[in-house]
């Protein structure tokens, strides 16, 4: 098996056990729960219509079979987003520019990486879904899981500068019969590469890749690291 097969079967490890976690809770909180719910809710109704007590039980009955319908439905939609191959997937297409010499040494790099190259953090933001998320950087490349794109990877050989950016944001969380709007100040990596002027960019327009952070402190120690194993310049 080659280090970069090596690596990406060391990421389906680590975000199976996010995947494991979400299965497992669904399974014995929340289908659980919202079946007792409906139950409550279905045996309530029928004693408000003055049911006796068989018509109360068989409502309570029909809830809860209701409920466990429900749960079993939204399980059986989210599973195909806990699959941790559909994350390797991403990892996969976010370098499939890079040729096999590159993508070989991007997991060398990867697996041998240790925690003064690495953050590992919890995404807390509007959609984010409290996923896992960890920075690594490595001599030639650094890498961003968890986020939005969910992979990213950048080549230190393309690169000339590197800007702390932050922007105001606006996203929507959706339920039942509402939606609420959030406003949030993401905090950025603005990775900016050596032929831009060639290619008619300046310096202040938006950069060519860019790595997103809800907290500033985690964005900060990433750029931190990427001066200390790049040895590069920044501005923020």
């Known amino acids: 098996m080659s280090a970069y097969e090596t690596w990406l079967k060391a990421e389906k490890e680590w975000i199976g056990v996010y995947c494991k976690k979400v299965i497992k809770q669904t399974v ?55 699959r941790p191959g559909r994350y390797v997937r991403k990892i996969k297409s976010s370098v499939k520019g890079f040729s096999d010499t590159e993508k ?22 509007p959609n984010s879904r409290q996923t896992p998320a960890r920075f690594i950087v490595t001599p030639h490349y650094a890498f ?25 944001k606006t996203a929507i969380t959706r ?30 327009e938006l950069p060519d890749e860019a790595m997103g952070f809800f907290d500033r402190s985690i964005r900060d120690r990433a750029l931190k690291l990427l001066e200390q194993h790049w040895s590069m310049g920044k501005e923020t």
């Open 144 to 168: 961003l899981a968890g986020s939005y794109p969910y992979s990213i990877v950048v080549k230190k050989s393309e690169i000339a500068q590197i800007l702390g950016r932050e922007e105001r």
């Open 28 to 82: 014995f909180l929340v289908i659980p729960a919202v079946a007792i719910f409906m139950a409550i809710l279905l045996g309530a109704l029928a004693a408000t219509d003055k049911g006796g007590m068989p018509v109360i039980l068989e409502g309570a009955m029909g809830g809860l079979f209701l409920g466990l319908i429900i749960g079993l439905l939204y399980l059986a939609i989210m599973l195909p987003f806990m």
């Open 175 to 204: 339920q039942a019969k509402s939606k609420t709007v959030h406003y949030f100040t993401l905090y950025s990596i603005g990775f900016y590469q050596k032929d831009r002027l060639k290619r008619g960019m300046a310096n202040e």
């Open 104 to 125: 070989e040494l991007l997991g060398q790099e990867m697996t041998k990486a240790n925690e003064n190259q690495m953050i590992s953090y919890v995404q807390r933001g």
